[in-house]
């Protein structure tokens, strides 16, 4: 489970699926607070739409909630650093 990076966008590593995003599809990934998942983190896209991120959970403590705040960080700045290269 997890996320890769290639120049194209990212590839979501999911337990039963494995999903694609361009990253011009990408609006912005974060990390949301869940009831039975605790705090995961979710790519957003830009038609409004979400996907789960299971590889980055950061169970219902604080503190892994910002053990996992890093590894969103990285996504967003590999994000404006695709959209910058794009322009």
Known sequence: MGVVC??????IRNPFRNIALQWDEIERFDI?????LGNT???HTRDGSR???FGIVANMSRRAARDARPL???LN????AQRECSR
């Open 77 to 80: 700045a590999r994000l404006a």
């Open 51 to 53: 996907v789960h991120i």
């Open 72 to 74: 969103v960080d990285a």
């Open 41 to 43: 983190a979710w790519a």
């Open 6 to 11: 290639t120049d194209e966008g990212i590839v």
């Open 32 to 36: 949301h607070p869940g009831r039975m």
